[in-house]
């Protein structure tokens, strides 16, 4: 599960705000962008949506080690839950 530094889960909204702000996503369909989002909700690992996130977005210009440390910028990390 993804939470912020206070232990809270990471919402769809707060994904699709991260996406948008890094313009990740941009080859993938509305229906594994909705995929991703069930991911997120059915408590995926942040490995899992990082990779997912991976696959769906400009090969040259994204690479796993970026998306991973940008979800840390953010305050998100992985938990058990």
């Known amino acids: 599960m993804i ?3 206070d232990g809270i889960k990471m919402a769809t909204s707060e994904l699709w705000s991260l996406c948008n702000k890094y313009n990740w996503f ?3 369909t509305t ?3 909705n ?3 069930e991911m997120l909700e059915m ?3 942040l490995s899992e949506i990082v990779t997912v996130i ?3 977005s400009d090969e040259e210009r994204v690479c796993r080690q970026d998306i991973f440390a940008a ?3 953010a305050g998100f990390k992985e938990t058990v839950a």
């Open 54 to 56: 991976w696959i769906c």
């Open 3 to 5: 939470v912020n530094k």
């Open 31 to 33: 229906r594994q962008y």
């Open 35 to 37: 995929k991703l989002f």
């Open 43 to 45: 408590e995926s690992t």
């Open 26 to 28: 941009t080859c993938g």
């Open 71 to 73: 979800f840390e910028e």
